[in-house]
Every structure is written in structure tokens, then in C-alpha cells.
């Protein structure tokens, strides 16, 4: 074998092991690159189980907002179904009901959402643009025509 053919052997095998450690990388990851999941992906769907930590998105339903000093609660739909949710904190200037909003925390045993981060984005149209394009086929899209 000449040194050329040995050199190309070498650099086939590296080829070959880098590409089944990215094949390992990407099954490994495959269910947990998401940035969030809708509340009937975790009722419906059980994306999530008790105790997991996960990120949730939607749209605080009107009327649901309840505070008692730190402790605030309220239900994230996605048009289908709510998830009720508990913080303990302070939430953004941004939070209101009718808007949307990224949660992260666990689901706890009894289907209630414990969020320990509440986000929102700087501008006050916010709204997930996966959820958008949900509410836009359901016909129950009230905001503007694009995601921001």
C-alpha cells in the first residue's frame, strides 16, 4: 500500500467515526431540542412526566391571573387545552393575560405546572411563532400578520 492510500484510509476512518458520533449526538438530542412544548403536548400528548424539567409556551388565559403576595397563578392555553401553572417570583413588566409566554420549571403530580422562570419578550406583541401559526389554523389569530 503506498503512502497516498494509507493516508486516504486514515482520513476515511476519521471521516467515519466523526460521522457516527454526530448520528449518536443527534438521536441522543432528538426529543430534547425543542425550546418549548404547548400545554396539549404535555395533557394530551405526555411529552412530559411528573418532576421532568421542561420549558411550556402559549397564551395566559383571560381571567386566569390570580396573585397573593409572590405567589402568582395562572393557565397557559394553546386554543385546545390549559395548563394551570404556580411562580413564586416576580414575573416580567410584559406579563398580562392574552399574551405569550415561555414557562420553565416541572409538572407536578397532580397536573399543575411549577414554573421557577417566566419569560417574555421586549416587545408587547410577543407571541410564539409556532403558537401563531397554531391559533392562525384554528381561525382564533387576533394579533398582527407577522411573528416577532
Same mark, same amino acid.
Given at each position: 500500500?503506498?503512502?497516498?492510500?494509507?493516508?486516504?484510509?486514515?482520513?476515511?476512518?476519521?471521516?467515519?467515526?466523526?460521522?457516527?458520533?454526530?448520528?449518536? !449526538?443527534?438521536?441522543?438530542?432528538?426529543? *430534547?431540542?425543542?425550546?418549548?412544548?404547548?400545554?396539549?403536548?404535555?395533557?394530551?400528548?405526555?411529552?412530559?412526566?411528573?418532576?421532568?424539567? !421542561?420549558?411550556?409556551?402559549?397564551?395566559?388565559?383571560? @381571567?386566569?391571573?390570580? /396573585?397573593?403576595? /409572590?405567589?402568582?397563578?395562572?393557565?397557559?392555553?394553546?386554543?385546545?387545552? !390549559?395548563?394551570? !401553572? *404556580?411562580?413564586?417570583?416576580?414575573?416580567?413588566?410584559?406579563?398580562? *393575560? @392574552?399574551? @405569550?409566554?415561555?414557562?420553565? @420549571?416541572?409538572?407536578?403530580?397532580?397536573?399543575?405546572?411549577?414554573?421557577?422562570?417566566?419569560?417574555?419578550?421586549?416587545?408587547?406583541?410577543?407571541?410564539?411563532? *409556532?403558537?401563531?401559526?397554531?391559533?392562525?389554523?384554528?381561525?382564533?389569530?387576533?394579533?398582527?400578520?407577522?411573528?416577532?
Amino acid at each position: 500500500m503506498t503512502r497516498k492510500q494509507k493516508r486516504l484510509m486514515g482520513i476515511g476512518g476519521i471521516g467515519l467515526v466523526l460521522l457516527f458520533a454526530a448520528a449518536l !449526538v443527534a438521536t441522543a438530542l432528538r426529543d *430534547e431540542i425543542v425550546f418549548f412544548h404547548f400545554p396539549t403536548d404535555i395533557i394530551v400528548h405526555k411529552k412530559a412526566s411528573p418532576g421532568q424539567r !421542561v420549558r411550556i409556551g402559549g397564551v395566559v388565559e383571560a @381571567g386566569s391571573v390570580s /396573585a397573593e403576595g /409572590a405567589n402568582v397563578s395562572f393557565s397557559v392555553t394553546d386554543g385546545d387545552n !390549559v395548563l394551570p !401553572v *404556580e411562580f413564586v417570583g416576580i414575573l416580567p413588566d410584559l406579563f398580562r *393575560e @392574552g399574551q @405569550g409566554v415561555i414557562a420553565e @420549571g416541572a409538572l407536578h403530580v397532580d397536573g399543575h405546572f411549577d414554573a421557577d422562570k417566566v419569560l417574555a419578550k421586549h416587545d408587547e406583541n410577543y407571541i410564539p411563532k *409556532e403558537l401563531q401559526e397554531l391559533l392562525k389554523k384554528k381561525d382564533v389569530w387576533q394579533g398582527g400578520e407577522t411573528a416577532q
